[in-house]
């Protein structure tokens, strides 16, 4: 195999683990924002505002780390099918 080839895996391999790494963090920031929402809602707004809000900003990077481990990935499918 070429060494472009070669590095080519690599990178699609790299990008796969993250996405793989964001969906295992979705199902955990699930938890968070149900807690944070729980919490709110018993009357605990000074704990359950905050968790709310790191699940927001858990929910933001993982979106932009997919967003863009998925357009690295389409750049990448032209050299590995040739």
């Not at 472009?4 to 990178?11: F, G, N, P, Q, S």
């Not at 683990?17 to 009357?43: E, T, W």
């Not at 359950?48 to 750049?75: D, H, M, Q």
């Amino acid at each position: 195999m070429s060494k472009e080839k070669m590095e080519a895996i690599r990178e699609q391999q790299k990008h796969l683990a993250v996405l793989h790494r964001n969906k295992k963090l979705l199902k955990i920031n699930v938890i968070i924002l149900s807690v944070g929402l729980a919490l709110s809602f018993i009357g605990r707004e000074s704990i359950g505002e905050p968790v709310l809000w790191l699940g927001i900003i858990i929910f933001v990077y993982t979106f932009i780390t997919n967003y863009n481990a998925r357009s690295a990935l389409k750049k990448l499918k032209g050299p590995i099918s040739k």
